[in-house]
């Protein structure tokens, strides 16, 4: 287990830790809510409406938007995690009709841990970590402090030498129910993050070595795995998998060509039916759960990426000089409207496997309008070609 990823878990059992991860957990695997908090940061202490927010969400942008900042997403942010988890107030001001109207503004933990938390997470999805995809919380009680599944997930894979496990231990890791569990699992396997490999395959199954009588009574195709079996035994092998068997039957026998299609086609029911149970014998699974036989693997490719936002995450959570050197960098992503655009492409775009649209001027020209379902980016589309004459 890495230092880091022992730091994090020592760190949940204090309120006060699990309250500010809670917090950073709902903030950062939306880069909408982090770029609406840069937005309110332009004005920290006075109230900001919705309708000044879309404006600046424009405009932090530059050039074409990604997100134009709809009014109903900022008002779900605000119910459903800004207002509750204290990083925003409610208040009034005055309006263009000069009637009051209802406008929000940071409180002093957003303007510390929640443009902390933009400054963190926000540079890596600019440059093309799915920051989205890869943090994004399965459905828990609202206002009840709790790690996502995809947290201990991730934390339970990084502890291992080859970051595998089964997909029992991980769903016991998780603490949900067991249909959570599952959805977790496949979700990320569907995106590409991890690799499920069917442990019901004879070569993965286990089998258990009993003491071989002296003499057995098999047919020839039989041989080369229960002689193999007797020297695992002799070597102190007690249980083995089924491809470490035919790897040793034909380094016993390499004159003799072994099928594994043919051997585990009719392995189980060799052994039924023959003597060779007397010294292999397979250890039963259960066939009808698939998390019990079900082996996932973190893909090499996003160790580093989801080790270095865990990382941020602990530090956001755990250390007040990386708090406020994080906020700082918040403040600075102000003055650079490319990154915030390319971030925001994560709203969109989440899926792993699917590639983020151009949306340079060029990009938007070639693409057209045929291209995109969202609604905010073919406004740009029409923006742009009305300039240039296109129709």
């Known amino acids: ?51 000044e927010l879309k404006d600046r969400i424009i405009a932090l942008q530059g050039g074409v938007p990604t997100w134009e900042g709809d009014d109903t997403t900022i008002e779900k942010y605000c119910a459903a995690t800004l207002l509750p988890d204290t990083i925003v107030e ?69 502890q291992q030498p080859d970051y595998t496990n089964t997909a029992d231990e991980l769903y016991n890791s998780m603490r949900v129910d067991k249909s959570a569990g599952k ?22 199954r286990r089998f258990a070595l009993p003491e071989p009588p002296p003499k057995l009574q098999l047919a020839p195709r039989l041989r080369p795995l229960a002689e193999a079996a007797k020297r695992l035994k002799s070597n102190g092998v007690t249980e083995v998998d089924g491809q470490t068997l035919l790897d040793a039957s034909v380094s016993l026998y390499p004159d003799t060509k072994l099928s594994p299609q043919d051997i585990w086609a009719k392995l189980l029911k060799e052994i039924q039916r023959s003597s060779l149970d007397q010294c292999i014998q397979p250890i039963p699974v259960d066939r009808f759960d698939p998390l019990v036989h079900l082996l996932a693997q973190l893909r090499p490719e996003y160790v580093e990426p989801i080790s270095d936002l865990l990382e941020r995450r602990r530090l956001v959570a755990t250390s007040p000089a990386h708090r406020r050197r994080y906020a700082q960098t918040a403040q600075e992503l102000l003055d650079q409207p490319e990154t915030i655009a390319s971030a925001l492409q994560d709203m969109y775009w989440p899926r792993l496997t699917s590639p983020r649209p151009d949306t340079t001027p060029e990009g938007i020209h070639e693409n057209g309008l045929q291209r995109t379902k969202d609604t905010a980016l073919r406004s740009a589309i029409r923006a742009y070609q009305t300039s240039q004459g296109i129709h």
């Open 1 to 51: 287990m890495s230092t880091q990823t022992a730091e994090r878990i020592a760190a949940r059992p204090n309120n006060t830790l699990s309250n500010e991860y809670f917090a950073i957990d709902r903030l950062s695997h939306s880069v909408g809510k982090m770029v609406t908090l840069l937005a309110l940061s332009l004005t920290p202490d006075e109230f900001t409406t919705k309708y």
């Open 90 to 158: 409610k208040g009034t001001k005055k309006g263009m009709s000069r009637e009051s109207v209802q406008a929000i503004r940071l409180t002093k933990r957003g303007k510390s841990l929640g443009l902390a938390t933009a400054g963190a997470f926000l540079p890596p999805a600019a440059q093309g970590t799915p920051v989205a995809t890869l943090l994004k919380q399965q459905v828990q009680p609202r206002r009840i402090p709790g790690t996502p599944s995809r947290i201990l997930m991730y934390e339970n894979l990084l």
């Open 183 to 204: 959805k977790a699992i496949s979700v990320l396997s569907t995106h590409g993050v991890i690799t499920l490999t069917d442990r019901y395959d004879p070569a993965y």
